[in-house]
């Protein structure tokens, strides 16, 4: 078990609904894993669970090992063998483990977590990785995980899509989302069109995620963890990339400032 300061590092991910926080979840696992990073991807929707979203995992591990039961289970202490107990692997990946609610639940299967269980059970996942990348729901700021461990990030990424719905969203729920200024980022996702890239031309955003028909596919067939070849596909993977630089220097500039 590593010391304090040698936690595993956190990126949350957080938007509304449609704003492609799976996706870019997803790809920035395959990008984790790609790097040879202990990583454990947290999925803490439990009104619509993503991991059958991500892929088809072999075996029964992904309606026999959940989230939600692993939360139920929890004291005030936690240890890593149950969190290694409740991971889901996908095959082919060696470095990179899924833990989130399996297919079929929802909020009212498992009673609400105290702010003490989700604390046990974050600090159980950053005592056996070295990266976790969290996918925060929708309604974030009833998740009593998501915001532990948001308040936890290293840095913290809001998608946005060009729509009034996703504006207004960012609007009224970012003053909400546990995190510093200087460790948050905006990522614009998916203009589709030349038009929607002139009208949000102004946005502040930090990163602009391009539209890929290949990833699209991979989403509606459930292979999100799986490669990219098309020119679309790379480009969204580049700034998925930089996404995961950015995130990696935020925590070293912490070290060094500590």
């Not at 589709?192 to 955003?205: F, L, R, V």
Request: aromatic content about 8%; proline content about 4%; overall charge negative.
């Amino acid at each position: 078990m590593r010391a304090e300061n040698d936690k595993a590092r956190v990126l949350t991910v957080w938007g509304g609904s449609g704003s492609g926080k799976t996706t870019l979840v997803a790809k920035l696992a395959a990008e984790s894993e790609a790097r040879g990073a202990d990583t454990v991807v947290l999925l803490c929707d439990d009104v619509v669970p993503e991991m059958p979203m991500l892929s088809e995992f072999e075996g029964e591990d992904e309606t026999r090992r959940s989230l939600g039961l692993l939360l139920d289970m929890a004291g005030d202490d936690m240890t890593g063998d149950a969190v290694y107990d409740s991971l889901v692997i996908k095959k082919g990946f060696s470095h990179t483990a899924f833990l989130g609610y399996a297919y079929g639940e929802n909020l009212l299967s498992y009673p609400p977590p105290t702010k003490g269980q989700a604390k046990a059970v974050l600090s159980a996942i950053r005592d056996i990785c070295e990266v976790a990348i969290v996918s925060a729901p929708t309604a974030f700021c009833t998740s009593t995980l998501a915001m532990t461990a948001a308040s936890a990030s290293d840095l913290s990424a809001c998608l946005v899509t060009p729509d009034i719905k996703s504006l207004a969203f960012l609007f009224s729920n970012g003053a909400l989302f546990p995190a510093y200024a200087d460790k948050q980022v905006r990522i614009l996702n998916h203009p589709e069109n030349i038009q929607a890239m002139y009208d949000w031309g102004s946005y502040p955003s930090d990163f602009v995620l391009p539209f890929s028909a290949e990833i699209s596919g991979q989403g509606r067939e459930r292979r999100l963890l799986e490669s990219v070849s098309s020119a679309g596909g790379m480009a969204y993977r580049q700034a998925v990339s930089d996404i995961y630089d950015l995130f990696a220097a935020a925590k070293e500039d912490e070290v060094h400032e500590g």
